[in-house]
């Protein structure tokens, strides 16, 4: 086979990390505080950039999967930590669309604003809901390159019927990206006009 | 372990398609031509959606990876023909960017302009070059809704040092699209306005 398959994992420490957390959290601050403990994590750990997600059923709380960045865990530029937790949920309930007919509502929750990637791949998801913590000027500030966000991404995305609510423990969502930059993490940046 | 590790596989006929094929190809429409015969392939083997990508060493024309639309074959909506090119090329070449320093410049060709999603992971994927066939009001043509993409979206990617061709056998890539529709192909969609 001349491309054999790729696999994406989640890293080691994350079972015992869910083991340790409540499941269901019942409001968008326990949701985003479970995200934000999932940046911090993937930092202390060393294994990848400062950004966690997830994928929650709306209604109940429940965690349908967990994601965090994977770009140079796993040497793929698109494993950024919403389109893990998409991914993983999407494996999870056998679906490309966590919209689907017969489904609850799905919520993605993020420490950090989407990336213009990450952006896009929320309407193809089918998830409901987004939640934000950490502004993308946040994580422009310590050097990532949010990419190109059509202004009023937010009011878009209300358009094609999907929330979104920001500033969720916004400043414990900026501390992990700081402490990041402090201890010299990696900032990958996609911009080539100085090479 | 909660979340066991995702698998991506490219589809079964892809070793035979590529046997048949030259490598490397030298110019632009040749390189064209196999990523609308890896969209139609899909089309006619069932595997997927009409899309069809590639990646090359923009120099020599040596193919690096193809990617077909692994949507509904995969259960993940974050695999769209560039993404899965993008994931498989960096996974050849062990690395989260195919612009790092040593590396041969990468140039993606993609059978139909990228969606939203796509475009956003152009500048993290680390390609010098992008070739596009069909347009992306050819895919909204036939009902794929490409999101929200910035307007000036090329001119934006050349400003990122990320050179941008269009309409490279376009009538081609769109027939794809168009015989795709034909056979009722399912359109997924993420617009969730009506429901």
Same mark, same amino acid.
């Given at each position: /086979?001349?491309?054999?398959p790729i696999?994406?994992?989640?890293p080691d420490? &994350?079972?015992?990390?869910? *083991? ?13 505080a479970?995200a934000?403990? &999932? ?9 990848g950039?400062p950004?966690g @997600? @997830?994928i929650f059923?709306?209604? *109940? ?9 994977l $770009?140079?865990? #796993? ?7 919403? /389109?893990?937790a998409i991914?993983?949920? #999407?494996?999870?309930?056998a679906?490309?669309?966590?919209g +689907?007919t ?13 990336? +213009? /990637?990450? &952006?896009g791949?929320?309407?193809w998801?089918?998830?409901?809901h987004?939640?934000?913590? @950490? %502004? ?5 500030a310590?050097?990532?390159d949010?990419?190109? =966000?059509?202004?009023?991404? @937010?009011?878009? &995305?209300? =358009?094609q019927?999907?929330?979104? $609510?920001?500033? $969720?423990l916004?400043?414990?969502?900026? #501390? $992990?990206l700081?402490?990041?930059? %402090? %201890?010299g ?11």
């Amino acid at each position: /086979m001349r491309f054999p398959p790729i696999s994406l994992s989640l890293p080691d420490w &994350l079972d015992e990390f869910l *083991s340790r957390n409540e499941d269901p959290l019942v409001d968008n601050e326990k949701r985003m505080a479970l995200a934000v403990e &999932l940046s911090r994590s993937n930092l202390e750990n060393g294994t990848g950039g400062p950004f966690g @997600a @997830a994928i929650f059923e709306s209604g *109940s709380g429940r965690l349908v999967a967990a994601g965090v960045n994977l $770009v140079e865990a #796993q040497d793929c530029s698109i494993a950024h930590a919403e /389109m893990v937790a998409i991914a993983f949920a #999407q494996k999870t309930l056998a679906t490309y669309d966590l919209g +689907a007919t017969g489904l609850p509502d799905h919520e993605l929750v993020t420490s950090t604003e989407p990336c +213009a /990637m990450c &952006l896009g791949a929320i309407p193809w998801s089918g998830v409901r809901h987004v939640v934000c913590g @950490a %502004r993308d000027e946040d994580a422009r500030a310590i050097g990532f390159d949010e990419g190109h =966000k059509p202004s009023g991404w @937010a009011d878009l &995305l209300e =358009k094609q019927g999907i929330t979104v $609510v920001r500033d $969720v423990l916004r400043e414990s969502a900026r #501390q $992990v990206l700081l402490d990041y930059a %402090r %201890r010299g993490g990696v900032i990958y940046n996609p911009d080539r006009r100085d090479e």
